[in-house]
């Protein structure tokens, strides 16, 4: 099925008030008697601030000023690991470590204030390099700089070299890559202690940021509301970091007793908040002489930054994917999050998913050269079909045909036309064009015992006045979250689309459903909201005489024949995975090492499709943030600090730069899915970069194993194969 497919999808339930301009953002919040704020920070990557002086040049008694003495609860940002904290005490750990905080009346005055900060250091060796950390020569994290570990195995690898008729070993690794969301972060805070702490801001995640200010002030959880504002986009970059500046903009209330707003220019959203981790991976495979795939070895290492924020479930989901779609009776997975002194790396769309895959589908390119078999058909030989086991050893239980998938993909690309022709008319052209694909899945929900674990919780509430009113902690940043989950309601109740609201996530209203993150939206929640749409229509049905509210509340059940064993890290990772093959044309210029992508194609099975125009907004976005990150975004580091954070010097894929990317789905339902639907958001970030790479190799025969490959990459390499006498 195509995206074009009939069927007819509502209205998006924000359209209007967004095309009006009367949906309320985190900046449109005002109060009387507002400050607003402002967040110094350090200038080093590591030390130990030995004072602190003000200069003279602002009026100093008009500001209220937090340094973590003035923290009433935990100097921590609860998350996973606690060692981030708010404000920094003494030691120094990145180039951006909040050390203190001012307010004022006068935004304008804030900036000249935080100038005339000045710190004193003493000086520490950092540490920058994600090698250099492995090393741990100079340790800046525990006891040996490892973040989080993993060690996932199947069968016994060792025992397999000798029988290979060929080893293939390959290294490969991705850069950082900022989320660039539309709208920066920000968020206001009204705080006292009669009343407790409530922030309004732009974020993913609000029980989060209520579990974190929960700690940081000491307060009951009662005390602690968050409220979500219409937020411009996330990506996973407002998944965890709002709870830093939520607690900066309430430690600033709490102790100037007026609401206080601190917004993050572009600037210092860019450079402070968190990134892509970057990732180092190296491939070892032993194949047999028909190219079937004996053993897997795999080294996985990520750039976790100063802090550990969410580098244990990046890793994670890196880990359980380094594997990819691929039957094979012996992998071994090592992998290892290492600290840095860069500011902490974070979520970011597809969370360690596309690192891994980027590295696997590159070297599967590989292997199929030194096998001597076209790449396709080195997948087909290789590919999971229904009854086989992934590298997790969980047993593939629904239909399943990755080669039919990829045969389809290949075809709406015309891909073998294409090499032939490309092939044919490279020779002696100052521009190669060049097509490559990749295949590659994607798991929806949390990782293992993850959905367990939250027990994610929603409700619903039919009113007297005959609507339905959604109540449940899943955010709207322009997904189409508010849309789909009253689509489901709707279309379970039998009742019209426009009879659903949905709340805005306010956590004084709305049970805890777990974070919007990690795919889980539609098929976790969205089927937790069709459980509970059915007991609500039942409850209405059998009573002759309704007193309203009538309110319902579902929570989740794990589906029956999953386990996960944690300690061993095998068995089922993911109720469902969804399944892909993308395949990219492009065009280089040998000249100047221009790079352009000039078509792509996304075929994807990912169970129902909720909402056909909605869906296929989300594989196009995700499309061009992974032509980004293959060929246009590079972040440049300066002494642990990110050199090129303005949006005229970092730059991402326009309008001009956009193929035409079409997007075609495969529909196979999903039993424990909402309305059969399976994950879909982040299964576009996997598939663009190495499919990119791949056909980059193919126009030029010189691989490129990192992204993003630059203009200067191409031209550097170019030059070097000319110098072995060599022609391009």
């Avoid at 020569?137 to 029988?163: C, F, H, P």
């Avoid at 396709?376 to 080669?403: M, V, W, Y």
Wanted: proline share 6%; glycine share 8%; charged share 20%.
């Amino acid at each position: 099925m195509t995206v074009a497919a009939s069927r007819g999808p509502v209205l998006r339930k924000e359209v209007r008030s967004k095309v009006t301009g009367t949906a309320d953002y985190v900046d449109d919040v005002k109060f009387p008697g507002m400050l607003h704020a402002i967040t110094v920070r350090t200038t080093i990557p590591r030390g130990r601030i030995v004072d602190v002086t003000y200069q003279e040049g602002v009026p100093w008694h008009e500001f209220t000023i937090v340094t973590a003495a003035d923290i009433p609860g935990k100097n921590v940002v609860s998350l996973i690991v606690d060692d981030q904290p708010y404000l920094s005490s003494g030691d120094v750990n990145h180039a951006y470590e909040p050390i203190l905080l001012l307010a004022h009346p006068n935004r304008y005055i804030l900036e000249k204030a935080r100038s005339l900060v000045h710190f004193t250091y003493e000086n520490l060796p950092p540490v920058f390099d994600l090698e250099e950390s492995l090393k741990a020569e100079t340790v800046i994290w525990g006891r040996d700089n490892i973040i989080k570990s993993y060690l996932m195995e199947k069968g016994d690898v060792d025992a397999v070299w000798s029988q290979a008729a060929h080893i293939v070993e390959g290294e490969y690794a991705t850069g950082a890559q900022e989320q660039l969301y539309i709208e920066p972060n920000g968020m206001v805070a009204v705080a006292n202690a009669e009343d407790g702490v409530t922030v309004w801001g732009s974020m993913q995640c609000p029980y989060y940021v209520h579990k974190a200010l929960v700690a940081l002030f000491g307060l009951p959880p009662e005390k602690i509301r968050v409220i979500q504002q219409e937020t411009g986009g996330a990506f996973g970059g407002k998944e965890e970091y709002p709870s830093m500046i939520a607690g900066h903009a309430a430690l600033l209330a709490w102790k100037s007793g007026c609401p206080v707003k601190l917004i993050y220019d572009r600037e210092e959203d860019m450079a402070a908040t968190t990134k892509r981790h970057p990732s180092r991976t190296r491939h070892k495979t032993a194949v047999a002489a028909d190219g079937k795939l004996l053993a897997m070895d795999i080294d996985f290492a990520i750039d976790g930054g100063a802090y550990a924020t969410l580098s244990a479930v990046v890793l994670s989901r890196g880990t359980i994917h380094a594997a990819g779609p691929y039957k094979c009776d012996n992998v071994r997975v090592s992998s290892k999050a290492v600290a840095t002194n860069t500011p902490p790396h974070g979520a970011f769309r597809g969370f360690g998913a596309p690192q891994s895959l980027f590295a696997l589908e590159r070297h599967m390119d590989k292997v199929a050269r030194a096998v001597h078999l076209p790449p396709e058909e080195l997948r087909r030989r290789n590919f999971l079909h229904t009854g086989d086991k992934t590298s997790t050893g969980q047993t593939i239980r629904q239909p399943l045909d990755l080669a039919g998938l990829q045969e389809r993909a290949l075809q709406h690309a015309d891909y073998h036309r294409k090499q032939q022709e490309f092939a044919a008319s490279n020779g002696g052209c100052k521009i190669k064009r060049g097509v490559g694909f990749a295949s590659f899945l994607h798991g929806a929900g949390f990782t293992g015992s993850g959905e367990r674990y939250l027990q994610s919780v929603v409700e619903l509430e039919a009113t007297a006045e005959g609507t339905v009113r959604v109540l449940c902690s899943m955010t709207e940043m322009g997904q189409g979250t508010n849309t789909v989950l009253t689509e489901i309601v709707a279309q379970t109740m039998g009742i019209p689309y426009e009879k659903v609201e949905i709340l805005r996530p306010d956590t004084s209203l709305v049970p805890n459903s777990g974070p919007t993150v990690a795919s889980r939206t539609s098929m976790i929640i969205g089927k937790l909201l069709q459980r509970a749409a059915l007991q609500l229509k039942e409850t209405l049905a059998s009573r002759e005489l309704v007193s309203y509210p009538v309110r319902v509340r579902t929570q989740y059940e794990e589906p029956p024949g999953i386990h996960w064993d944690d300690q061993k890290y095998q068995g089922d990772a993911y109720g469902a995975y969804s399944w892909a093959t993308y395949v990219a044309e492009v065009s280089v210029d040998t000249s100047t090492g221009e790079l352009s992508v000039d078509d792509f194609v996304a075929l994807q099975e990912v169970g129902h499709v909720l909402h056909p125009i909605l869906a296929a907004g989300q594989i196009e976005g995700g499309v061009l943030q992974g032509i980004g990150l293959a060929i246009y975004e590079k972040v440049v580091w300066k002494q642990g600090a990110m050199a090129n954070n303005r949006m005229t010097n970092y730059i991402i894929p326009t309008t001009s730069d956009t193929p035409p990317i079409r997007v075609f789905f495969e529909e196979v339902p999903y039993e424990h899915g909402a309305l059969g639907a399976k994950g879909i958001g982040e299964l576009p970030m996997d598939g663009p970069a190495p499919a990119i790479a791949n056909a980059i190799e193919n126009a030029l025969g010189i691989p490129f194993n990192s992204v993003p490959i630059m203009a200067e990459d191409v031209l550097a390499a170019l030059g070097a194969f000319r110098q072995m006498g060599k022609v391009a």
